[in-house]
């Protein structure tokens, strides 16, 4: 009798704990509250998918680094509800669905399945135009085929303008704090080549992420600098790094820099389009080209 007492004593107790939990989870986020089916999404790139494509009152939350400077749609992400992408949490919500590109485990559908909550993770995108895909594909899930069809028309107009200025004999070099550069094949190249410009890294036959070449930019320097993350705060550069040389550190006190935010180089070149655009008009900013031109 004895034990029979403790045992309905310590399921009360854990069914108590529970429900605080749900309480505490509904008061601290008030689209919880109104039981509402909605979307989540759980890691930063699934944030962006989730964030283009949907309205502010469909997302029951995003993940905490939806707001960081180096989300897109930071802006969008202003005032939602974040998870950290734990699958307790997401049990508590009973999301309509749930986006994920790489957090969660490898576990993540079946216990999402197992409680009846449907979860789409995106497959991975290598190019321009399988990230457009991504975006279709994302659309399909959620049910914004139309917005997801919106996007990819909008970005592909903007990708046949770029492509249709004039390509400028300017060579622009890429550069990291942590003396890293990308090379052909990266979406970085891409995306500098796709604002008109060619790259140290064609010209030195560097692929992939590498090292800046230090000899070939002192016998060959380059026009301008594109740097990106030297004032990201989540970036932590060491005083072994050579992007401490006095070569790198002359160059960008020398050289025309474009800073490109890191906004602009999410998740594998999601935004590669903008951000060509962007590394343009700050070119033209700087003078090194003319609207409608390559380099004078």
Known sequence: MTKKIHSDTRRFGQALAASLVSLCVLSANPLLAQDKPGFVSIDFCADQYLLGLAEADEIQAVSYEATEPQSFYS???????????????????????????????????????????????????????????????????????AEAEAL??????????????????????????????????????????????????????????????????????????????????????????????GVNKRLMAELPVIHIPSRYLSCSGAFTVKAAEYIRAEALELGLIKAGKGAE
């Open 75 to 145: 802006a969008r992400a202003q005032g939602l509800p974040t998870v950290t992408g734990a699958m307790e949490q997401l049990l508590l919500m009973q999301p309509t669905m749930v986006l994920r590109t790489w957090k969660g485990g490898p576990r993540a559908k079946d216990i999402l399945d197992s409680a009846g909550i449907a979860s789409f993770q995106p497959p991975y995108a290598y190019s321009l135009e399988s990230n457009f895909e991504t975006f279709l594909a994302v659309g399909a899930e959620i049910g914004k085929t």
């Open 152 to 245: 990819v028309a909008d970005q592909r107009q903007r990708l046949a303008k770029l492509q249709a200025h004039a390509k400028s004999q300017l060579k622009a070099v890429y550069m990291t704090p942590s003396g890293f550069t990308a090379g052909t094949g990266t979406f970085v190249d891409g995306i500098i080549k796709l604002a008109g410009f060619d790259t140290v890294a064609e010209e030195a036959g560097i692929r992939s992420w590498a090292p800046l070449p230090l000899e070939k930019i002192v016998l060959s320097p380059p026009d301008f600098i594109v740097a990106a993350f030297f004032d990201d705060k989540n970036v932590h550069v060491s005083h072994w790094s050579s992007g401490r040389h």
